[in-house]
């Protein structure tokens, strides 16, 4: 373990290597925003994003230049982050979520985010403003593709979600983390 607290175990490498040391039975969810495998650009502020307000220039997400493999994951209950963009590499689900990030359908931007689960009974959609400068809670952007706390409790609530050790192989800005413990 990289970081470990009671209820918390961060381990630092490729989760490739480090899931199959991983005890049997010791995950009941996987619930993480892999890379999509679409090189989504993170120079916010070099391309002009910062007109209206101060952005920030990201690196660039490892692992976003090749195409996502979502097989080792599916051996336990997840929610994958991105599913629309590997779909053909998921079992068919209509527990799909949906979260609406309500902003102006003018954007070049999505306006919405989508999420495969193999436990979800049906499509669900949580709307929570998260554009830009403008965000509903008081969280401070520290990674490109970052989820708010409030989408992650939000499914860790849902009715079908599997209580217990979740695990968040792509922990990014660690926003599954905060949202479990």
Known sequence: PYYEEPGIVIYLG??????????DKSVDLVLT?????ISHPTDYRSRGRGAL????????????DEPFDPSALLAWPCC????????DRLPISSGWLVWDKMRPELLDQA????????FVKGGRVFRYLWNGMIRAGGEVLVHPTQKPVALMKWILSLRWT????????????????VAAK
Not at 14 to 23: A, F
Not at 33 to 37: A, F, I, K, M, W
């Open 162 to 177: 599997p209580m217990g050790t979740v695990c968040d192989p792509y922990m990014g800005a660690g926003s599954t983390l």
């Open 80 to 87: 994958l982050f991105g599913g629309n963009y590997y779909s």
């Open 14 to 23: 490729d989760c490739r290597e480090i899931l199959p040391l991983l005890p």
């Open 111 to 118: 306006t919405a985010e989508l999420a495969w689960t193999n």
């Open 53 to 64: 307000a101060v952005c920030s220039d990201y690196p660039a997400v490892f692992g976003d």
């Open 33 to 37: 925003d892999p890379p999509y495998g």
